[in-house]
């Protein structure tokens, strides 16, 4: 079940895939790049968005969540690679092709619903490592994903038409949710501390894979990018990260061969503990709690008007007009919404600035990489600076933030090869930052009702994009784009494309450039 979960998650990262063929929906669809970072804004919003999915997993198996997950990844996936190529006539409007987006790229949210949860239940002792592991195959989704693409698609330079990847990441995840709908489930197993911590040493096991197969993507990205590889390399670079993928198979054999011999042994001292007499009657009634008096009901009235200590179970009212809540939101809308708005724009960025159209899968990929290790540190580190040296987790969230900046003065800038090292640190604060904001608020509310709390931060991710990736950055490249083509063409609608330092140095520096332009 572990495994099948590793394998789902490691292809449900379609949306870190947009840079590469987001140049191929503009072009091929005549938008302006408002127009594009507006698509890219629904698929935040797709891939951010999974209350239904929770509702769905609270009344379902998770069979049938997963099932949904398939059908609206082929779905939306396959309509907007029909719209992109043309087959689909008449060309759809924008309102369509932001629908047929947002539709696929939801199937992430079914598919963290149905491994996650599924996983949480299921190894209750191993909680914070598990959901490390599966955040970290999630954050190593987006190269798996490009390497393949690679291996199918891409010609000899690894550039060319980019627009089978979006058919790729439809119908590939939709296989491994096939694969493993009976695989993925709830299994009902009696605990000990014993298996625990067997478990713990597993899944370390399966870490270190994860971190091996992270070191093999990140090298053959350095090597694809330093010298020009053929078909036929980039198949055996993918067909490497598929033997890695299968690897965990042996730690599986293993466990599940240790847990066959274990239940054989333990088998009679279960038949021996069946046949032990129950507990009187009397006893279990003498351990039921007395009924609340009547005054703890104005208590409960007076402490739902004002806040408890921070770590104790707020409700839902309290924590959403908590200034604590409000940190935490305004760090994702402005600090994630941020991030996701440069990896949005990768492909465009480096156009602009002269790489080469093959460096937006090398952008794609770093960043791939650099988010799962994010994951892993920001999982490990936060618990242990916490631990030992008592240094909060929303103190280590606002230096990941800081460190963030970084990466956007290095795109504002343009310095000569520096988006290489700009992919590497928004793609490390990326993944960093979203497990540290999800571990803040448990932290902060309580657990009683992390699940609501959780996905309002969410909701401040796709809002953070609209602000910062379409009225901001959008606007501005369209607008240096007409001054350097001529406004007749923006204003007839058409997409224009804009080179050199300025498309986006206004977006990611300062709306008062020191270099103003005078219309």
Known sequence: MAYGSFLLLSTAGATYTFAIYSK???STLGYTQEQL?????????????GIHAGLIAELAPPWLVLAVGAAVSLGGYLMLYLSVTGRARPAPPLWLVCLYIAVGANSQAFANTGALVTCVKNFPESRGVMLGL???????????LTQLYLAFYGSGGGGGDSRPLILLVGWLPDAVYVAFLATIRVIRAPRSPVAARREYRAFCAFLY???????????AIVLQKRFQFTRAEYAASAAVVFLMLLLPLGIVLREETALFKSNITNAPAEEQAAEMPALPAATAATKQQPSPAPAMEGQRLLLSLGPPPRGEDYTILQALVSMDMLLLFTASLFGIGGMLTA?????QIGESLGYPRRSAATF????????????????FASEALLSRHRLPRPLILAGVLLLSVLGHLLIAFGVPGSLYV?????????????????ASVSELFGLRYYTTMCNFCGTATPLGTYVLNVRVAGRMYDREAAWQQGAVAALAGKG????????????????RSPWPRRW
């Open 24 to 26: 191929d929906i503009k």
């Open 37 to 49: 970072n507006t698509v890219g804004f629904f698929k935040d919003v797709g891939g951010n968005i």
């Open 134 to 144: 599966l955040k970290g195959f999630v954050g190593l989704s987006g190269a798996i």
């Open 209 to 219: 894979v994860s971190l091996a197969l992270a070191d093999y993507l990140l090298v």
């Open 343 to 347: 990896i949005d724009n990768m492909g």
């Open 364 to 379: 794609v990929s770093l960043i791939s990489i650099w988010n799962y290790l994010g994951r892993v540190a920001a999982g």
């Open 422 to 438: 700009a992919s590497v640190v928004i793609g490390f604060c990326l993944g960093a930052a979203k497990p540290l904001i999800l």
């Open 496 to 511: 224009v494309t804009c080179t050199g330092v300025r498309c986006y140095r206004e977006s990611w520096s300062s709306p």
